[in-house]
Protein backbone atom coordinates (compact mmCIF):
# COMPACT_ATOMS: atom_id res chain seq x y z
CA UNK A 1 0.00 0.00 0.00
CA UNK A 2 1.35 3.01 -1.13
CA UNK A 3 1.41 6.43 0.55
CA UNK A 4 -0.28 9.34 -0.88
CA UNK A 5 1.64 12.74 -0.94
CA UNK A 6 0.00 15.46 1.44
CA UNK A 7 -1.64 18.74 -0.20
CA UNK A 8 -0.29 21.81 1.89
CA UNK A 9 -3.50 22.29 3.17
CA UNK A 10 -3.86 18.68 4.83
CA UNK A 11 -0.47 19.25 6.75
CA UNK A 12 -0.54 19.63 10.36
CA UNK A 13 0.77 22.92 11.98
CA UNK A 14 4.13 21.60 12.47
CA UNK A 15 4.42 19.89 9.33
CA UNK A 16 3.30 23.20 7.65
CA UNK A 17 6.47 25.07 9.97
CA UNK A 18 8.71 22.65 8.74
CA UNK A 19 8.03 22.67 4.54
CA UNK A 20 8.34 26.98 5.46
CA UNK A 21 11.77 26.33 6.78
CA UNK A 22 12.83 23.73 3.84
CA UNK A 23 11.50 26.20 1.18
CA UNK A 24 13.73 29.06 3.15
CA UNK A 25 16.73 27.01 2.99
CA UNK A 26 15.87 26.43 -0.69
CA UNK A 27 15.45 29.41 -1.54
CA UNK A 28 18.51 30.30 0.23
CA UNK A 29 20.85 27.56 -1.96
CA UNK A 30 19.05 29.44 -5.19
CA UNK A 31 19.81 32.52 -4.70
CA UNK A 32 23.77 31.03 -4.25
CA UNK A 33 23.60 29.39 -7.63
CA UNK A 34 21.98 32.23 -9.62
CA UNK A 35 24.76 34.26 -8.19
CA UNK A 36 27.09 31.46 -9.71
CA UNK A 37 25.73 31.79 -12.81
CA UNK A 38 24.97 35.36 -13.27
CA UNK A 39 29.29 35.59 -12.59
CA UNK A 40 29.46 32.88 -15.15
CA UNK A 41 27.25 34.88 -17.78
CA UNK A 42 29.19 37.96 -16.86
CA UNK A 43 32.59 36.34 -17.09
CA UNK A 44 31.48 34.99 -20.56
CA UNK A 45 30.18 38.26 -21.87
CA UNK A 46 33.14 40.34 -20.63
CA UNK A 47 35.70 37.72 -22.22
CA UNK A 48 33.32 37.92 -25.72
CA UNK A 49 32.27 33.84 -25.87
CA UNK A 50 29.21 33.77 -26.74
CA UNK A 51 27.44 30.82 -27.97
CA UNK A 52 26.31 27.99 -25.27
CA UNK A 53 28.37 29.08 -22.47
CA UNK A 54 26.29 32.42 -22.50
CA UNK A 55 23.06 31.17 -23.18
CA UNK A 56 22.88 27.94 -20.58
CA UNK A 57 23.31 30.26 -17.73
CA UNK A 58 20.73 32.12 -18.65
CA UNK A 59 18.24 29.13 -18.96
CA UNK A 60 19.19 27.70 -15.53
CA UNK A 61 19.07 31.03 -13.57
CA UNK A 62 15.46 31.43 -14.82
CA UNK A 63 14.19 27.45 -14.39
CA UNK A 64 15.69 28.40 -10.54
CA UNK A 65 13.46 31.81 -10.37
CA UNK A 66 10.09 29.98 -11.66
CA UNK A 67 10.74 26.71 -9.37
CA UNK A 68 11.51 28.44 -6.28
CA UNK A 69 8.28 30.82 -6.93
CA UNK A 70 5.96 27.63 -6.66
CA UNK A 71 5.25 26.72 -3.01
CA UNK A 72 6.10 29.82 -1.32
CA UNK A 73 3.17 31.71 -2.07
CA UNK A 74 0.84 28.74 -0.75
CA UNK A 75 2.67 28.06 2.35
CA UNK A 76 2.68 31.70 2.99
CA UNK A 77 -0.84 31.91 2.68
CA UNK A 78 -1.51 28.79 4.98
CA UNK A 79 0.79 30.42 7.41
CA UNK A 80 -1.06 33.21 8.23
CA UNK A 81 -4.69 31.40 7.63
CA UNK A 82 -3.65 29.58 10.48
CA UNK A 83 -2.21 32.49 12.39
CA UNK A 84 1.47 30.80 12.18
CA UNK A 85 3.15 33.68 10.87
Known sequence: ??????????????ELLAEAKKLK???IINAVFIGF?????LFSVL???YGLVTLLPLF????LMKNSKY???EVDV????????
Open 71 to 73: NTK
Open 78 to 85: LLKERGLR
Open 25 to 27: TAA
Open 37 to 41: LVGIL
Open 1 to 14: MEATPKTLSELTDQ
Open 60 to 63: LAYK
Open 47 to 49: SNA
